[in-house]
């Protein structure tokens, strides 16, 4: 019965990327949407962008005409917001030069169409690694600053603790420095402003040592986390970074958790032989996997199960902290024309999130709902 299913879901999802092809294939380079796909707008214009003297000529023309300017790198921040219809577009992802890097000074300067893993790639033969990214690392520097991200590393801030200066290029077109001396308004309105006070030119970012960990996964309950985060993760220094999973699977629903730390090691001299920057090996099986769990109670509980079967599999191995983020997800990539999916960020004070689910299972429990 089982295989049934599955020959039936291998179907579904094989159709589903063949039409996805036809229907993308064709589309009008004007007509632009983000990864999440729902709210495609027409544009006026397009702009590829290579040069600031460039950039600087549009801006004006568009102050002439009266346009209205929307600025894009990898668009995967979801929800329509960040195109205005009819206006023009600026397509950062071509301005992608490494301008300055300085290992010494532990100091990178980029265009802000340049990817965490161009990044990477530069830095990682100097022993260097970025200090704060999302856990993947296929997203613009500019993006990345529009939103002030967030990363797995738990002893930095967000972003913007990790920004020297940048360039911005003003909606009166014309260039000025931004940094927490100069013009230091716009530094924090900039940062997490999500391209509402002009373009960001270039950015000189900190850099951080790289190290090697060795992974610890635990699986637990939810009730045993907060106790869990505070004893083994906060009040040890040497835990560099952590990830937490709880899960979505139907039969350990929001129950269930997986966490992994991310722990200094002790053998700093075997870092040299783990240097090698991983590529994704693994993407038909998760892809798989994925695709199942999003037509099946089974495939979620399945999906959910391999997962965490191959992070404790993972436990005790050793990883340098630049390969920790260098996850591209390509498994992740979903073409399917007649659904989507969206990228949602709920941000709770843990101790308030924990407390509350506590409160309502002792809510349920004693209408005995739950047992
Ligand atoms: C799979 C996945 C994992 C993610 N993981 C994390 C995570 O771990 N942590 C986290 O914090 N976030 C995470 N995110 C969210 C992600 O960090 C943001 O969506 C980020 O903006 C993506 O960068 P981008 O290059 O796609 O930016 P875009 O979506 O293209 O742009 C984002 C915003 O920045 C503006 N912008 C772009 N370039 C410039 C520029 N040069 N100057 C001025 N404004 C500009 C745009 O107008 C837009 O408003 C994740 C998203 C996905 C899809």
């Given at each position: 019965?089982?295989?049934?299913?599955i020959?039936l879901c291998?179907f579904?999802?094989?159709s589903?990327?063949?039409s996805?092809?036809?229907?993308?294939?064709?589309?009008?380079?004007?007509?632009?949407?983000?990864a999440?796909?729902?709210?495609?707008?027409?544009m006026?214009?397009v702009y590829?962008?290579?040069?600031?003297?460039?950039?600087?000529?549009w801006v004006?023309?568009?102050?002439?005409?009266?346009?209205?300017?929307?600025?894009?790198?990898m668009?995967?921040s979801?929800?329509g917001?960040?195109?205005?219809?009819?206006g023009t577009?600026f397509?950062?992802k071509?301005?992608n030069?490494?301008?300055?890097?300085?290992?010494k000074k532990?100091?990178?300067?980029v265009?802000?169409?340049v990817t965490?893993?161009d990044?990477?790639?530069?830095?990682?033969?100097?022993?260097?690694?970025?200090?704060?990214?999302?856990s993947?690392?296929?997203?613009?520097?500019?993006?990345?600053?529009?939103v002030n991200?967030?990363?797995r590393d738990?002893r930095?801030?967000?972003?913007?603790d990790?920004?020297d200066?940048?360039r911005?290029?003003?909606p009166?077109?014309k260039?000025i420095s931004v940094?927490r001396?100069?013009n230091s308004d716009?530094f924090?309105?900039?940062?997490?402003?999500?391209?509402l006070?002009?373009v960001?030119?270039?950015?000189?970012?900190e850099l951080?040592?790289?190290?090697?960990y060795h992974?610890?996964s635990v699986?637990?309950?939810?009730n045993?986390?907060?106790?869990y985060?505070?004893?083994?993760v906060?009040?040890?220094?040497?835990v560099?970074?952590?990830?937490?999973?709880?899960?979505?699977?139907?039969e350990?629903?929001l129950?269930e958790?997986y966490?992994?730390?991310?722990v200094l090691?002790d053998?700093?001299?075997?870092?040299?032989?783990y240097?090698e920057?991983?590529?994704e090996e693994m993407?038909?099986l998760?892809?798989?996997m994925?695709g199942?769990?999003?037509?099946?109670?089974?495939?979620?509980?399945l999906?959910?199960?391999?997962?965490?079967m191959y992070f404790?599999?993972?436990d005790?191995k050793?990883e340098?902290?630049?390969n920790v983020?260098?996850?591209?997800?390509e498994?992740?990539?979903?073409e399917n024309?007649?659904?989507t999916?969206?990228?949602?960020?709920?941000?709770f004070?843990?101790?308030?999130l924990l407390?509350?689910s506590?409160?309502q299972?002792e809510?349920?429990?004693?209408?005995n709902l739950?047992?």
């Amino acid at each position: 019965m089982r295989w049934k299913w599955i020959l039936l879901c291998v179907f579904i999802y094989g159709s589903a990327l063949y039409s996805s092809l036809h229907v993308y294939s064709g589309q009008n380079k004007t007509t632009v949407e983000d990864a999440g796909k729902l709210l495609p707008v027409k544009m006026k214009i397009v702009y590829d962008v290579h040069s600031t003297s460039d950039l600087q000529q549009w801006v004006k023309k568009a102050n002439e005409t009266g346009e209205t300017i929307a600025i894009a790198g990898m668009q995967h921040s979801q929800g329509g917001h960040t195109l205005y219809p009819n206006g023009t577009l600026f397509d950062m992802k071509g301005y992608n030069k490494i301008l300055d890097f300085s290992p010494k000074k532990k100091k990178i300067t980029v265009q802000s169409g340049v990817t965490w893993a161009d990044i990477q790639k530069k830095i990682n033969p100097y022993g260097l690694s970025v200090k704060v990214m999302q856990s993947q690392n296929i997203f613009t520097v500019g993006g990345s600053l529009s939103v002030n991200v967030h990363g797995r590393d738990i002893r930095y801030g967000s972003l913007i603790d990790t920004v020297d200066s940048f360039r911005l290029l003003t909606p009166d077109e014309k260039i000025i420095s931004v940094s927490r001396e100069e013009n230091s308004d716009l530094f924090s309105y900039v940062i997490g402003g999500y391209g509402l006070f002009g373009v960001i030119l270039d950015v000189t970012l900190e850099l951080a040592d790289d190290e090697l960990y060795h992974h610890r996964s635990v699986v637990m309950n939810y009730n045993d986390y907060e106790n869990y985060f505070r004893e083994k993760v906060k009040q040890d220094d040497s835990v560099r970074m952590h990830l937490a999973r709880i899960s979505v699977a139907p039969e350990t629903f929001l129950k269930e958790m997986y966490v992994t730390d991310y722990v200094l090691t002790d053998h700093q001299d075997k870092r040299e032989k783990y240097l090698e920057l991983k590529k994704e090996e693994m993407i038909a099986l998760p892809k798989f996997m994925l695709g199942l769990s999003r037509y099946s109670d089974w495939g979620k509980d399945l999906l959910w199960e391999t997962q965490k079967m191959y992070f404790l599999k993972n436990d005790g191995k050793y990883e340098t902290r630049n390969n920790v983020m260098r996850s591209d997800s390509e498994f992740m990539e979903y073409e399917n024309p007649n659904r989507t999916e969206l990228l949602q960020e709920y941000f709770f004070l843990l101790s308030i999130l924990l407390h509350t689910s506590m409160i309502q299972e002792e809510f349920w429990k004693k209408k005995n709902l739950i047992y």
